[in-house]
């Protein structure tokens, strides 16, 4: 549930003013399955860390590039990191990042943008969208003491979100304990702080999706709903051990409960073409940059088909080594 500043999106919902019944066995045995699967995967510790040094065969070539994945909310037990992350980190001239949420002034001016952008349009419903499970998701949503008079107005991939995070939060997942702000909160200051997107760029990502795939997108989370700790949890053991594929693993279940055209769709937007706009940024700075990058990104953008380390390895004149655990 690698999903871009998750930690942004709860903040902003949070500063929000206050049918027919789905077949709940239906939901409870998909859930079943999703749980009997997440037992299945195997986290192998490799011996190294899920860290990347990147640099070019190339003499000409003078930048050089650390990849390491992240989640974007975390736990204090989760700390310190391997030694060998920190030491990549203190030796990089430059923290970059997928966006700098932590700016100053970045959540209160993306404030007024949340709102407007994930407000459905005039005369349309939460409810009138997925009717089948609009009960489901009113019980759900009264778990967390929020009321469907205030979800009915938003659009499902903002419903969808929050049921995620409010999750990880009840079950002491922090944004503040996430990896890429706490890398934030030590370089401010004392290094230069690079964008490979924006806030505003990852808002648009989500109210650009067609109105199908938000839907879907929502009825996923009703399936995962439950599931999210124990997700997280995997996931980072996953990337303790430098095991990419149990990661590629977990994200394969996490999107299970959409059909195919719109898991596709899915992931091309989140996934698949921000990679592609990331790699190319890595690679130019390889080429034609100076000094050296340390770069943090949601850890479902690094392993896989077309994830980062794949789009990378395409380029023949990179060098790309993970790094031992110290």
Do not use: C
């Amino acid at each position: 549930m690698p999903i871009p500043q998750r930690a942004l999106l709860l903040v902003l919902l949070l500063l929000l003013p206050g049918s027919a019944f789905a077949d709940a066995s239906e939901a409870q045995t998909r859930r079943d399955a999703l749980r009997a699967a997440l037992a299945t995967v195997q986290v192998q510790d490799t011996g190294e860390v899920f860290l990347w040094k990147i640099t070019s065969k190339r003499a000409r070539h003078k930048g050089t590039a650390w990849l390491f994945g992240s989640v974007h909310l975390g736990l204090p037990e989760m700390y310190p990191l391997n030694p060998a992350i920190d030491a990549a980190f203190e030796g990089s001239d430059a923290l970059v990042v997928e966006a700098d949420i932590s700016a100053p002034g970045v959540q209160a001016s993306a404030g007024a943008k949340m709102l407007a952008l994930s407000r459905l349009d005039e005369g349309q419903t939460l409810e009138s969208l997925v009717p089948e499970r609009a009960a489901e998701l009113k019980d759900v949503l009264a778990g967390y003491m929020v009321p469907m008079v205030v979800a009915n107005t938003m659009k499902p991939f903002m419903i969808s979100m929050m049921l995620s995070l409010l999750e990880l939060q009840w079950a002491g997942w922090d944004p503040a304990w996430g990896i890429d702000r706490q890398f934030l909160d030590r370089a401010r200051g004392t290094k230069e702080i690079v964008e490979l997107e924006s806030v505003e760029m990852q808002l648009r990502i989500f109210t650009d999706l067609d109105m199908d795939v938000q839907v879907a997108m929502l009825e996923a989370s009703l399936d995962f709903h439950g599931l999210a700790d124990q997700w997280t949890r995997l996931a980072w053991s996953a990337i303790e051990a430098g095991d990419s594929k149990a990661l590629v693993m977990l994200a394969e279940l996490e999107g299970g409960g959409m059909d195919d055209a719109a898991l596709e769709a899915f992931n091309d937007t989140l996934l698949g073409d921000r990679n592609v706009g990331m790699a190319k940024l890595v690679i130019e700075h390889v080429k034609k940059g100076k000094g050296t990058w340390f770069v943090v990104v949601g850890a479902l953008h690094v392993p896989g088909e077309d994830g980062l380390l794949d789009l990378l390895d395409d380029q023949r004149f990179l060098v790309i080594e993970q790094q031992p655990r110290q």
